[in-house]
């Protein structure tokens, strides 16, 4: 069972980036996925079906990356491809360890929490939503932060935020993205996505304001994302949580851990 579901989210990280917009090139053992244009910035990671990468295969990847001023970054799950993990360590490579998780079929789903919605392509908090996961992220953990609303409203006013308000109000027009967000006041305090690949769903960007922490408000975004991705007729649904913290929160909502999703990239 788990294989076969390693095998089928195999086929979807191979698919969801040429889905967004990149193109494939082909390094053999691994492929570089290449933004075409504004949009997410992808990474290698294992062919789908080719041989383990060598030290020498990366080096080739990493080579290219910098000649295209791209990040180097290599993402991949450790039990598919257990080889890879000792050749992009030995090209200098930080590697982060996460906890991937797929929803049990039978898990009983929560009840709608009344500050949770889905948000469309032209919703005027959008930029708002698009934004909180950028000051969760920078403050990772559990535990409850100080950025807060004041800090939410000077982190729209940079350009980047707009750059990502348009890059999502694309994807949710397209249909190609979902987003739900957690709003008190006026206020967007936790947002989150899915993006889609025929009927697998990765829920991706969860992240609560800092200082809104310890509400339930990711549990609940992400209970919004599920119960509308199985409505839309999901078969499977995953995701990679930012560590064993955040892992045991998405496990109350039924889901499970079948592996441990890796990226490397440079030392900070």
Known sequence: MIES????LERYYDTVPRVGGARAEDFGAL????????????????????????????????????????????????????????????????????????????????????????????????????TVPALAFAAPGTAVGEAGPAELAAAMAEPSAEEGRARVSGKLAAGTGVMAAAVRDGVVLCSGMYN???????????????????????LAVTAALVAEALARGARTVFLSAGDEDVARVYARIGFRRVATALIAEPQA
């Open 5 to 8: 579901t390693l095998s089928e």
């Open 31 to 130: 492929t570089l996925f290449v933004q075409e244009g504004a949009g997410w910035p992808y990474y290698a990671r294992p062919a789908l079906g080719g041989p383990g990468a060598t030290p020498a295969d990366v080096q080739r990847v990493l080579e290219r990356q910098r000649e295209l001023k791209v990040p180097e970054a290599f993402e991949w799950v450790a039990e598919t491809s257990p080889s890879l993990r000792a050749a992009v360590e030995a090209a200098g490579l930080h590697v982060h360890e996460h906890p991937l998780m797929v929803l049990d079929p039978s898990a009983e789903a929560l009840p709608p929490h009344p500050e949770v919605r889905l948000l469309g392509a032209d919703d005027p908090l959008l930029t708002a939503a698009v």
């Open 196 to 218: 889609p690949v025929g009927d697998v769903v990765e829920i991706v960007g969860v992240g609560t304001l800092p200082s809104a922490r310890r509400q339930g408000m990711a």
